[in-house]
């Protein structure tokens, strides 16, 4: 039974933190979810910066294209962890305590490797399935056109004449005086 609260070390392991059930399938969430943002700006810039009208098949390659590239940092991010930890580590001179926090830190990163590699491998999947692929994009789409569809322009005032600007540049002078006044009282020492 995983302990209630996650920070506290489980009852089975040595004073190792409990896991979630499944630690791949939370990264899948996580890279979902960065892969439709990464797939949402490309579209903004695509169809808004570049005016290209929506295509189906080249928007296919757009979310391929994000999909391999997280998928190329989180093997490299792997790889990193794996090779830090099979670093060999000296160990004369130190503590028990601290050969066994080294190994400690060693077992973590060997499992954060073996995690990310697992959510690279899910990932793949939906690459190579032509429905998920399209199911992401479709999501990152709609949350594209709903982003859009609620931006709203800034509304610009009407037109000042001098005067009106100088009387509130000084409306504005005055409450920055007020403002430099309030926090000299503030910076006083007590007593005064």
Avoid: C
Avoid at 3 to 10: C, H, I, L
Avoid at 106 to 131: C, K, M, N
């Amino acid at each position: 039974m995983p302990s209630p609260d996650a920070s506290r070390p489980s009852p089975r392991g040595a004073g190792r933190p409990h896991l979630p059930a499944s630690p791949i399938e939370e990264g899948v969430l996580v890279a979902r979810s960065a892969l439709r943002l990464s797939i949402k700006n490309s579209i903004i810039m695509l169809t808004l910066r570049d005016e290209k009208p929506w295509n189906d098949d080249d928007m296919i390659e757009l979310a391929r294209r994000e999909i391999e590239t997280l998928m190329a940092e989180l093997t490299q991010t792997a790889e990193r962890l794996e090779e830090s930890s099979a670093a060999p580590r000296r160990t004369f001179g130190r503590s028990r305590r601290a050969a066994a926090n080294a190994r400690q830190d060693a077992e973590h990163q060997r499992t954060r490797a073996r995690i990310l590699r697992g959510v690279v491998d899910r990932l793949r999947e939906i690459e190579e399935d032509p429905a998920q692929t399209h199911a992401l994009l479709a999501v990152a789409r709609e949350e594209t056109l709903a982003e859009l569809t609620q931006a709203r322009l800034i509304p610009l005032g009407a037109e000042q004449s001098e005067e009106e600007r100088r009387a509130s540049m000084d409306a504005v002078k005055e409450d920055l005086r007020e403002q430099l006044a309030l926090q000299q009282l503030k910076d006083l020492p007590e007593g005064y």
